[in-house]
């Protein structure tokens, strides 16, 4: 009796219990719009997804997510509208779905959101650190280092910065890297293409990326740099839980300081700021082979003499190499090639190429060749110079044959061409030619034969007849 009572009680319970799930059940089938998530107890950068459905025909933008960007990371939000037929009731579906990570720990909230004046209900969100989560230095590093601390105007000074990323590069979502920058009066331009490339670091495979800059001042005084500064969001995932999570990361390296210093009031020459500076010079002849004796080259009258000047100067661009101008003597016939100019890290070369061609014998003297420049190392002013040398020109050996007296006529035997005519097929022309000349001959044989012949006879050729 008594476990026919308990029997009876339980079925109460359960049937009150299912009741009320039906109630509930009836009540959300009946709401216009819902909104749930699918999770609302995570840690700080924990991904979840926030739904939305709406059983009216909507537009994708009815519905603004932007209020959500202050507390929580938003990804891009997607949108379905589907119309479905079962026994002739038609039922329409607008859904919308986003994937979110707070921002931040403690108590959040999902607000209201009104589809057609319809509201959802507010969701709670807590959001918990872990204390797992790698820091900014674990992920990622940014370091800058300037080449020098003090220039010269128009002086470049070399600002490489590097930056490390010691996870997956593929899990790096959205990256910023704002480049290095500055109020004062200072030019700040990249050098070249930054460059990418795997590396291990302290056993772990890293990505680096390294840029350079190029730093110039037009004025002296004491500038201020900003660094470069990175941001990024990395996905990972939680061994505890296996969920994904986003990780926001920042680096930057704060601000660097350079010194210029003013220019010197008494330099003399175009102004050409430089820790080195050099100047070499080689001599060819005609057949490009370099000449060794630098001080005298012996030549020709009509040879050619090419003088190859090579300017190296380091910190400055290209646009600062100066204009190598040389004098040559009237003597000398000068032909110049336009200057090839090349760039190799903070290095800048000038080639120039000078051919002399001296036009009659005797000695001509080449100028020497001189650079002024200011030592920013030593912060003095120098001149580097080429010495020039002595050309020996003496006549050309080589003599032209004349033909305007009559010794040299005699001498030099006149030839007259031979002109050879080759027939290669003559066919039945030469043979019909020979006929008509036989013809021909045979004729005038007889012609002339008739032409012999008397036409009355001889009278003391007659015998005299006796009566």
């Known amino acids: 009796m008594n476990l026919s009572n308990e029997k009876l009680h339980i079925n109460s319970i359960t049937l009150f219990i299912t009741g009320i799930v039906l109630l509930l059940l009836s009540h959300l089938s009946h709401a216009a719009v819902i909104a749930s998530v699918s999770n609302n107890k995570m840690a700080k950068g924990e991904i979840f997804t926030l739904k939305i459905v709406s059983d009216n025909q909507a537009d994708s933008g009815e519905i603004d997510f932007s209020i959500l960007e202050d507390s929580f990371y938003m ?5 379905s509208s589907s119309m479905n037929s079962i026994n002739g009731t038609r039922s329409i579906r607008s859904e919308w779905t ?15 959101f009104d589809v057609q004046g319809e509201q959802t209900v507010p969701i709670k969100i807590t959001s918990s650190i872990d204390p797992k989560t790698p820091n900014t230095d674990d992920l990622v590093s940014l370091q800058a280092q ?3 601390n003090e220039i010269y105007p128009g002086e470049i ?13 593929r899990r790096v979502q959205n990256p910023k890297l704002v480049p290095p920058g500055s109020l004062e009066s200072l030019n700040i331009e990249p050098t070249g293409e930054a460059k990418q490339y795997l590396s291990i670091i302290d056993g772990i495979e890293a990505t680096v990326i390294d840029q350079s800059y ?64 050099t100047l070499s010079q080689k001599w060819l002849d005609d057949n490009g082979n370099e000449l060794t004796n630098v001080e005298s080259i012996s030549t020709t ?6 003088r190859e000047i090579v300017l190296t100067v380091e910190s400055i661009s290209p646009s600062q190499v100066p204009n190598l101008a040389v004098s040559y003597p009237p ?38 060749l001189s650079v002024n420049w200011w030592n920013t190392t030593k912060k003095e002013a120098q001149t580097t110079e080429l010495s020039g040398l002595v050309l020996t020109v003496t006549q050309s050996q080589t003599h032209s044959i004349k033909l305007d007296s009559s010794e040299n006529l005699k001498t030099q035997p006149i030839q007259t061409p031979t ?14 030619t020979a006929l008509i000349s036989a013809l021909w001959l045979i004729t005038l044989t007889l012609l002339i034969k008739k032409a012999e012949t008397p036409k009355y006879p001889n009278p003391l050729s007659k015998k005299v007849q006796t009566v």
């Open 419 to 432: 002109e050879t005519v080759i027939v290669k097929d003559s066919g039945i022309w030469p043979y019909l």
């Open 301 to 306: 009258a009509g040879s050619a003499i090419t």
């Open 75 to 79: 990804g891009r939000p997607s949108f």
């Open 214 to 277: 190029q730093i110039t001042a037009n004025d002296a005084g004491l500038k201020s740099i900003t660094g470069p500064r990175f941001t990024a969001t990395i996905l990972d995932r939680n061994n505890n839980t296996g969920a994904t999570r986003l990780i926001p990361v920042s680096a930057e390296t704060g601000q660097v300081s350079i010194n210029v210093l003013a220019k010197p009031v008494d330099f003399i020459g175009s102004w050409l700021p430089s820790p080195n500076l």
């Open 146 to 148: 300037l080449s020098k």
């Open 157 to 169: 000074a070399q600002l490489n910065t590097r930056l490390i990323i010691k996870t997956d590069a």
């Open 98 to 112: 986003v994937s979110l990570a707070p921002l931040k720990a403690g108590n959040l909230t999902i607000p209201s």
């Open 331 to 368: 003597e000398i016939r000068y032909y110049d090639e336009p200057p090839k100019i090349t760039q190799d890290g903070n290095k800048v070369s000038m080639t120039l190429k000078h051919v002399l061609i001296p036009k009659a014998e005797g000695n001509i003297d080449l100028p020497s």
